[in-house]
């Protein structure tokens, strides 16, 4: 039994995310996929679209699909939380055993030894990386590098006989979508058919979002 947590701004959520997670979810045999919105802090860039209305854009992508659930826990704190905060949250939670993931994209593995308490992460779950054009680079310092060697496994057997620890760099399909494009295009009036589900797509024009 393998539960994955899966963070992200998803301002809006996109096939991007959804088509690797869905792809993941056949490589490792994952049993859930939990959508975690981040709350984002007042000193970053602000989501263009509300809390409210990024969590309706979430759910309505999952809706039907059973393997998919949201936490909208970080959604409804006043104040943000660190992931690794929320997540040692969620392992007190589920308890010691459990093995649990959280699935990030190439680009934020590169950046990772910037997020707080980065090495803390692996004791608490292991990161499964989804493949991302662009983005499949060496990492940025020795530290890092030595980090990856040491925790990189390729058995996925293991992700799901230990509770924490490992990292897995996924094969999954390349897609070239991004937030900040989808917002783009909104702003210009370029269709983003094929970027994005339907639903997903109506509740933007309805909400008269990114415009
Ligand atoms: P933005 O363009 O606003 O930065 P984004 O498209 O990267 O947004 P986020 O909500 O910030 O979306 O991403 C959540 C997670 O999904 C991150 O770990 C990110 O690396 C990953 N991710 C986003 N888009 C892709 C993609 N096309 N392929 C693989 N991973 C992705």
């Known amino acids: 039994m393998l539960h994955a947590f899966f963070g992200g701004t998803f301002d809006p959520i996109h096939n991007g995310h959804l088509r690797p997670v869905e792809a993941l979810v056949d490589e490792i045999g994952l049993n ?30 999952i809706a039907g699909n059973s393997l998919f659930a949201v936490d909208d826990r970080e959604l409804h704190r006043t104040t943000p939380s660190y992931t690794i905060e929320t997540l040692e949250t969620i392992r007190k939670e589920r308890g ?38 662009g983005y499949n680079q060496q990492m940025n310092t020795p530290e890092m590098r030595q980090w990856l060697v040491q925790h990189r496994v390729t058995d996925t057997n293991l992700l799901r006989q230990q509770p924490q620890g490992y990292v897995y760099m996924a ?25 994005l589900p339907r639903s997903v797509q109506r509740y933007i024009e309805l909400q008269g979002l990114y415009r």
């Open 32 to 61: 859930r996929v939990i959508l975690l919105p981040n709350h984002v802090p007042p000193h970053r860039p602000q989501p263009e679209a509300s809390p409210q209305q990024r969590l309706k854009m979430v759910e309505l992508a």
């Open 96 to 133: 010691k055993t459990l093995p649990l993931a959280f699935i990030i994209g190439q680009d934020s593995l590169l950046t990772l030894h910037l997020w707080h308490r980065w090495q803390a992460l692996l004791d608490v779950c292991h990161l499964l990386v989804l493949a991302r054009p």
């Open 171 to 195: 094969e999954t399909p390349l897609l070239e979508i991004s937030a900040t494009d989808i917002r783009q295009r909104r702003h210009q009036g370029i269709s983003c058919d094929d970027l």
